[in-house]
């Protein structure tokens, strides 16, 4: 039976070769293109698993403390202040299945009591981390916010060189930044704020770096850097709020009116903050809307009055929105009493500014002077202390106070750099 | 923002809340639950840096070439294959440190410092790492590439460049992009004058273990394991191999075989103020973030609260850190292992840990195994007062290599293997472990614990010459984000997600011939049955039935 | 949103209060517990669908937050009513969902929009939109959900899916809400605010429970074997995808024989039908041969044809292909049983002295069939080799590997066949068979017909048994 292996055979043979022939011309002919991923979402991606990890094995407390950790950073990040809760539920699950000698969760209520403003608080829990340990970079992170924002200075330098020291990194980066910051050493600032972006990974860090450099450029006056700053972090992270309402701010300061409207409007959509809703107002003021500006700052009333009815505290808000809707009195209540807490130089200055507004010039020009005593170099506060000077007829201070601040940032206040120019042709003459 | 709960999970959690209510309601309300006034600057916390992430270090006497050593170090674990676009450089504001101290007074006698410069030629056009197939090293396709510069120093000389702008193997992105990423590690893999070999780049990650094995802490059991946490995940990879000359004592490894090692990454201090503050540590211009020395130290070792302080010190501190002599001499497992296996736990002060993690395996610092190994006392010219017990892997390199590794080292005669350095192969896990329970005292295995975690070897083989690791993976580990840390190998499943670089463009030839072939194939398979059965018909004939 | 339900945060303040009251001065600083937890500048959304096989009908509830309703007081304007309908037409524009590329067009049946007390003297909203479209869900379709409505607001974002009247398959949505459509919010602390935007589903025709996601084919066992073959099969995988010399590329085939060999020594691929057809008959070795090399043939042929059309076609599931191939398998089986059960009453009439040339006769197509049948489910790890090799533009290796898994897979099958002919024929003499045979078979025919009866009826009942299975399986 030779025949039909004939015909077996030459199909086998021509079926091989075909094989070959597919195998050899179809391979290494495809463009060979990288898939295109957008960066993972790193936190969300840790919060899930440790969410999985911890329904299998509840008793993690280290797990559960670093859950706690992340909710903080996930409320930072997503504005939505629910993960507060969550993030006090998990530390304090942490602090039950093991109560002593848990820094990370005594590093994670600390940095909560921080996002929640109680920073005599987070101080407390940070010392008791490092009496636990004392190395750990993060306990220093919370300890140095914590003492930033009361105002004690030297100790707030102090814990972020600790911090440097221990973990040279974004976290430890951003704060040396912001603490050169505030002493007006604003090119080292940027300088570190540079090392803290390339050593970010993460498009909210990316974010995050990209909207204080912004702020760093803004305040020198870089209107320009400022955007290429705010441009670049929206690239790397579209939903950052910060970064829209630094656009804004640039928008306003371009000229651009109707852009910064709009873009404040969204802004106050997506997290209508006090801070935010001022300056909406400020400039829904400037475009001679006012009306839709008093509709903004009774909202900002309205945020204000629910954070208090929800135990917060922030003097600083309510001062702040005082002023703005010209309850000059009620500013300096409120401002008295938050100065009373903390001694931030925010504060300070915006005692200074209700006290102006309320006619107590005298006493207002003494924590001017302190604000200018700290070195830091912001436009804002150079023209309150110039008017302050002004009230008072000291013009030659005022005269150059005032110059000070309009050559540091031209467009620093929508509302107020007019104004500090007019100022300043009266006291100049 | 994962799914809501199914009603057993709400229940749990309601269950979980009951309780954190119950113990939280008091200090409940100290602050805005709902609100967001935010008016101060918050800075992130927990920034991801898993670039100077330590992982692992191996040393061990080169199988292929006598008289020299070869260290393996890796960092940031966990590198999912598919990690676009922008892969897992090495951080280029960090310098990645193996040392060497052969004479045991914890300080480094060679130092040989990576650091890494990155090549980014995108721009803004694109995101991609790669415009077309990357066929070697410099093809200029490969967009992004980095640069290391190796320097060494040898007992507190200055350092001197060995290369500059040496290769770095990149990251592999997928099979399309590099068909043959074997060729790019073999570019990356150089000789350097004096017989040096260096590399840098992406590899397996070449430790096997399952990671739930340390859950026991948690309360976990050792029941379910068996799973190699660490499949198809790869590493970065540093691997340098050195004669023996140059890490000896004097240059001598017959009289002084003994050597530490260790492996850092740090970063330069960042001073604000301008002075430095009278600490010994904040002199030094570099700051230490990562070390690693014996694997699994901080596993199994360190506390949590001790951890942070290991990460910062040199070894030449350890010793005065009482909290981690403590730790290494009343460890916690074993206490563990007891209460669940009730496997009695060997009395505490476990001196024999002290010689395996702290001092080496010596007769000469009253330890109680008898036994001379790789401790720096033993080395001939050693001056014995300046020894200081510190956490480091010591490798004796007069113990011939093995013919026949064992995965179990020491504990089953292997002398080769860990702790006297580590191989590749050895299982390190289940080593510790019997170590923990006693064995290495004992000279005999526990038995309850003989399987260990169940993953007695890597899931690549390794090759026998340098630099010894497996090819990075290309498949995808996880199809999506969120998987829990010990993920299983992936599935085989009907849609390839394991290559992804399927692209619909795909060779229409190759489609054509396949299909083809195919046809050919189903054909043939009848025609040949029809013959056959022909055949079969035709002899004997009989009255059968006609089909 | 991690509203509290109700039970859970009134006893957490009421322990607050008594703990508050006794330790007021410590406690800095005292604060009384939030009566309502909702972040105060959220909308949350919830979105429920239902889909019968002729509409599909959405309940859509909006709850916004204390601010957020004050921003949008003016927009009210003291007519709720208008306003409701309004916003209802503009959440149902917002709201895409597609049946087979098919973009629905709602209605707003019903809008309602309320106030409702919050925190520190405000209020928050409600609004209420039931929204119904038709739809042609009477055949297979699958069905996306994309919410584009109010994304620039931060808040909870929940979608369910139930049916009624049709089958949903692969609903990544829960049936029930979890928040009680928005009224409480649950605060477990192990799961984040729900972000649900966008969904897809399959429909089916006809009731039955509804499947969640669908598992991967390949069940995963933890024994050896099936670790082993995993195992094997990634680093089958990998050596598929690396760099091919022509040692590499000779030893990928040979592993492809030895997966092919292993995967066949699983159960399933035929073996049952082989034992069942071998089983009582007087085969010969090269039945064993014949039906293990037509087992083969078929398979490579279904591997290849199921590879190319799933690497050619997107839209079709690989799952539901195996699916339906498993059952027209079964089916097959059973038909072949069937005629030659019908096939032995025949014959134990006509000739009974022949049995050994029935046996040959009977075969051949039965044969035929049954080889087809246990090949024609492709194992999924020859079409991921294949689909892989295909991907990677090495089709002509990959049909190559394929070719010499079947190869494998036809040695372990002739194997097996041989194997149960051996045995077969210790049985044979025992005559169990017989006995069994007995009580299927008249009288008269009984010692020639028994053996092919009951090898009929045995591969009938595997028939039946493995399309039971298909079908238990597409559920």
Known sequence: ?429 | MKFSSTSSRARRGLAVLATATVLGGVVYGLGPAAANASSHREAPLVAADPAIDNTDLYAFVSPDRPDYVTFIANWQPFEEPNGGPNFYPFATDAAYNIYVDNDGDGKPDATFRYTFQTIDKRGNDTFLYNKGPVNSIDDPNLLVRQTYTLESSFNGQPFKTRIKDAPVAPSRVGPASMPDYGKLRDQASITLPGGWKSYAGQADDPFFLDLRVFDLLYGGNLSEVGQDTLAGYNVNTIALQVPFKDVALKGDAKRNPNIGIWTTTDRGRVRMSGQPDASDNARRDRVQVSRLGNPLVNEVVVPAGLKDAFNSLSPDKDAGIPAVVQRVTDPEVPRLIESIYKVPAPAAPRNDLVEIFLTGITTKAGGPIKADLNSQLNNADVDASKFRPSEMLRLNLSVPVSKNPNRLGLLAGDQQGFPNGRRLTDDVVDIELQALEGAALTGKLVDALAAGDKVDANDNAFSDKFPYIALPNTAAVNAKAGKTGAAPAPAPSTTPAAFSNKDSTASTVGYISAGVGAAVVVMLGTAFLFVWWRRRTMVPADDTLPL | MARRSTGPSRTGRWLFVVGAALLGVLVLPAHPASAHPLGNFTINQYDGLTVHPDRVEVTAVVDAAELPTRQERPLVGGDPVGYAAKACRELADSFEVRASDDRLKWTVVSSSFAYAPGTGGLETSRLECALRAPARLDTPATVTVTNHYRTDRVGWREMTATADGVRLVDSPLSATSVSNELRAYPADLLSSALDQTRASFRVDPGVGASAGPAAVVTPRGSDPLSRITATAERRFQLLAGGHLTPLLAVLAVLLAILLGAGHAALPGHGKTVLAAYLAGRRGRPRDALAVGAMVTVTHTGAVLVVGLLLSVSTALAGDRLLAYLGLASGLLIVVVGGWMLVKSRRHSHHHHHHDHSHSHSHGKLSLAGIGLAGGLVPSPSALVVLLGAIGLGRAGFGVLLVLAYGLGMAGTLTAAGLLLLAVQRRMARAGWVARLATRLTPRGTRRRATGTTATAALVVLVGLGLTVRALAGAV
């Open chain 1, 1 to 429: 039976m030779r025949r039909p292996l004939i015909y077996l055979g030459v199909p086998v043979l021509v079926a091989v070769v075909l094989l070959l022939t597919g195998g050899v011309l179809g391979g290494h002919s495809r463009p060979a293109a990288a898939p295109v991923a957008a960066p993972t979402d790193r936190l969300a991606d840790s919060i899930a698993r440790a969410q999985d990890r911890l329904r299998t094995l509840p008793k993690d407390w280290r797990t559960w403390a670093a859950l706690a950790s992340a909710y903080v950073e996930e409320a930072r990040v997503t504005a939505n202040p629910t993960y507060y809760q969550k993030a006090q539920g998990a530390a304090q699950q942490s602090l039950t299945l093991h109560p002593d000698g848990n820094v990370d969760a005594l590093v994670a209520l600390g940095a909560l009591a921080n996002a929640r403003h109680d920073f005599a608080g987070a101080r407390d829990q940070a010392r008791a981390a490092l009496a636990v340990d004392g190395y750990s970079a993060d306990a220093y992170g919370v300890l140095a916010d914590a003492q930033t924002q009361l105002g004690d200075s030297a100790a707030a330098t102090d814990a972020v060189q600790r911090m440097l020291d221990l973990r040279p990194g974004l976290a430890a980066y951003a704060r040396a930044s912001y603490d050169l910051e505030l002493h007006g050493r604003t090119d080292d600032a940027t300088a570190l704020m540079r090392r803290a972006l390339d050593a970010a990974t993460d498009p909210h860090d990316i974010a995050f770096c990209r909207n204080q450099l912004g702020e760093l450029a803004w305040q020198r006056g870089d209107v320009a850097g400022a955007r290429r700053e705010y441009t670049a972090g929206l690239a790397a992270d579209a939903t950052s709020v910060a970064l829209r309402r630094g656009l804004a701010q640039v928008d306003a300061a371009d000229g651009h009116l109707d852009a910064a409207l709009a873009g404040y409007a969204d802004v106050t959509g997506r997290a209508p903050t006090p801070g935010y809703l001022i300056e909406y107002a400020d400039l829904l003021r400037l475009v001679g809307r006012p009306a839709d500006a008093m509709t903004q700052l009774s909202l900002a009333d309205a945020a204000v009055q629910l954070f208090t009815a929800n135990g917060g505290v922030d003097g600083l808000a309510t001062a702040s929105l005082d002023l703005a809707t010209g309850r000059a009195a009620d500013a300096v209540t409120a401002a008295r009493a938050e100065w009373a807490r903390r001694q931030h130089v925010d504060v300070t200055d915006t005692l200074a500014w209700a006290l102006h507004a309320a006619g107590k010039d005298a006493e207002a020009l003494g924590y001017a002077r302190r604000v200018a005593g700290t070195g830091a170099r912001n436009a804002s506060y150079a023209y309150h202390l110039g008017a302050i000077e002004a009230a008072l007829g000291q013009r030659d201070a005022a005269r150059a106070d005032l110059t000070r601040a309009l050559t540091t940032n031209p467009y620093f206040s929508p509302l107020e750099a007019p104004v500090a120019r007019q100022l300043l042709t009266k006291v100049g003459s």
